[in-house]
């Protein structure tokens, strides 16, 4: 069964430093995201991505956060200076369409710890 | 403003027992409905979804959930459950176009 791939598990980062989180969806979906989950707390959406630009966004990605599509498979979350409170599992996440009538294929996970 | 809500964070059942997980929606049209499964240290797993129609829909694992329109409620329900269904349990709504909204999630443990 086709999966999403999420490099790298885990991530230890000082703060302030920047980090590039890395997806690759399964290849013939179309529509990409980016989910957090802090310890203890849901999981939240930050962004949807599609044809190369942003459909939609959360209140949490802000100026410090930014995706992109460098090539044809890989899809990254890039956080600039991050913060001890940016520690969290990040989800990607992939659909064929908007729409989920696919439902969303997620990833295992990037456990980031920011000290 | 949408929301979703599971009002048990933490369940335990005994091993071969019935389990009832509980979620309510605030949405304003009928949302798109989802269980999703997470074990410790993995990722997210979509356990069943509803669309439309048949408002008892099954999926993976032997687990169903029930739509109820009424009650705005998409309750997740396994008749016996095994040790391995231990994990975390996320349930979550969207429309056509929006992004998806989780619950706060229900711890499940099982005892022998």
């Known amino acids: 069964e086709p999966e999403v791939t999420q490099t790298p598990s885990h991530q230890v980062t000082q703060m302030g430093q920047e980090v590039i989180l890395r997806c690759v969806p399964i290849s013939n979906h179309l529509y990409f995201y980016w989910y957090r989950q802090i310890l203890g707390q849901k999981v939240e959406f930050l962004v949807s991505?599609?044809?190369?630009?942003?459909?939609?966004k959360s209140e949490i990605f802000d100026d410090q956060f930014s995706v992109e599509r460098p090539d044809g498979s890989n899809f990254t979350l890039k956080i600039r200076s991050t913060k001890l409170e940016d520690s969290a599992m990040y989800f990607c996440?992939?659909?064929?369409?908007?729409?989920?009538?696919?439902?969303?294929?997620f990833g295992s996970g990037t456990r980031l710890t920011v000290v | 403003a949408q929301s979703v809500t599971q009002p048990d964070i933490h369940i335990t059942v005994s091993e071969g027992a019935s389990l009832e997980l509980r979620c309510n929606y605030s949405?304003?049209?009928?949302?798109?409905l989802f269980w999703y499964v997470q074990s410790p240290g993995q990722g997210l797993q979509l356990l069943l979804k509803?669309?439309?129609?048949?408002?008892l829909v099954q999926g993976i694992k032997g687990f169903e959930a029930e739509f109820k329109r009424s009650q705005s409620s998409f309750n997740l329900r396994k008749p016996s459950v095994h040790w391995s269904d231990a994990a975390e349990y996320f349930c979550?709504?969207?429309?056509?176009?929006?992004?998806?909204?989780f619950g706060k999630g229900t711890t499940l443990s099982v005892s022998s």
């Open positions: 996440a992939s659909t064929p369409k908007q729409g989920s009538n696919y439902g969303y294929t």
């Open positions: 949405y304003g049209a009928t949302p798109y």
């Open positions: 979550a709504v969207n429309q056509a176009g929006t992004a998806l909204i």
């Open positions: 991505f599609y044809n190369n630009e942003i459909s939609e």
């Open positions: 509803y669309f439309s129609g048949d408002t």
